[in-house]
């Protein structure tokens, strides 16, 4: 993780190094020994500190503070860092791992953005996953995404009828070590006592235990209620049918989706229309680049994977053209597109 490594980089200048998972961590201990840095989880401050010691006199002990998953952080311990003097704090944010209404009214990341106190950084997509799985999970949650194909060797789908069949193999998977099954997490409705967003299988991870972490195999399941929206994104119509669910589901596969560092394994359940638009992204680039004949007569570039996409048919000279194959050029970022007449 980035942060690890920003810390080992201080902890070698001499320096006392905090790092804060705002997330459930429950193995903070054997971080900290295995690491030689003192990590710990945001509500070990909230509760440990509270009475003993305040947060800011121990904090205040520290010459670097790091902290991740910084846009789930409470408006009062943002307050309580930022009143820290000649600190160096770092802070992790990424607003699409925003889960909760509370997180988004607070909206951190923006608080940040807006400080002049403080510098912003952007990074790339290619953190915890390679550029081809990156490249999946931005189509698959925005179909408009301006992406470069690939052949996705390590994403894999299933489709199920129904939750009972799904859960026996998602059992099957978990049990033999291959997959980490990780779901959206479950919410007590506090009137009705009612469990929403229930598990499909019981011992799957929930989004929020899995923030901050990775893991070599992920496994998804997505049922019926998710779809995309006319502006082409993935959403879930569960609230529409189910009532109150305080978490953004889109945020939370989002979540689920990047802590794969390997294989990821979508298990659809009773969601054809699903099933067809993640096969036709497995075949985007097969379907895009090998498709039609080699044989062209006219080129033509485009700015974006995207543009390109949408002239696979064109009419030049009066007439009908088809793509036949499609190249992007690495020094410019350009898409060229060779044509061929539709009578060749």
């Known amino acids: 993780m980035l942060l690890f490594d920003i810390g080992k980089k201080y902890k070698g200048e001499d320096k006392k190094v905090l790092i804060i998972f705002c997330a459930q961590l429950e193995e903070s201990e054997q971080l900290s020994d295995e690491f030689d840095m003192k990590i710990i989880s945001i509500r070990d401050i909230s509760i440990n500190y ?3 010691q305040s947060a800011a006199e121990f904090l205040n002990s520290f010459d670097v503070i790091l902290v991740d998953e910084a846009q789930r952080l409470l408006e009062s311990q943002y307050n309580t860092l930022m009143s820290l003097v000649d600190k160096k704090i770092i802070f992790s944010t990424d607003h699409q791992q ?7 009214d607070s909206n951190i990341e923006y608080k940040l953005c807006h400080n002049s106190q403080v510098k912003e950084l952007a990074l790339k997509n290619k953190i915890r996953t390679d550029i081809e799985m ?3 999970i931005q189509k698959f949650l925005d179909l408009k995404s301006n992406v470069e194909p690939y052949d996705y060797k390590n994403v894999h789908i299933v489709y199920f009828k129904d939750s009972k069949s799904a859960c026996e193999y998602i059992e099957n998977m978990e049990r033999n070590n291959v997959f980490t099954p990780i779901e959206l997490t479950e919410y007590i409705d506090k009137f009705a006592t009612r469990k929403k967003r229930q598990k499909i299988y019981p011992n799957s991870i929930s989004c929020h235990e899995v923030i901050g972490k990775e ?3 992920v496994l998804v399941p997505l ?3 998710f779809s995309y929206s006319n502006d082409h994104k993935l959403f879930s119509l569960y609230t529409n049918y189910c009532g109150y669910y305080p978490y953004f589901e889109d945020s939370e596969i989002f979540e689920a989706l990047t802590r794969v560092k390997k294989k990821l394994l979508l298990v659809i359940i009773d969601n054809v229309k699903l099933y067809r638009v993640l096969q036709s992204i497995l075949t985007w680039k097969e379907d895009i680049l090998t498709a039609s004949p080699n044989n062209y ?3 033509k570039n485009y700015s974006t994977w995207e543009k390109a996409y949408d002239h696979l048919e064109i009419e030049k000279d009066n007439k009908e053209m088809y793509a036949s194959k499609m190249e992007l050029n690495g020094k410019n970022g350009q898409v060229k597109i060779s ?3 539709k009578n060749l």
């Open 50 to 52: 509270s009475i003993r």
């Open 98 to 104: 925003t889960l909760h209404e509370s997180e988004k």
């Open 134 to 136: 990156s490249s999946f």
């Open 215 to 217: 893991y070599n195999n």
């Open 223 to 225: 049922d019926s209620y």
């Open 297 to 299: 007569v006219y080129e």
């Open 339 to 341: 044509y061929y007449p």
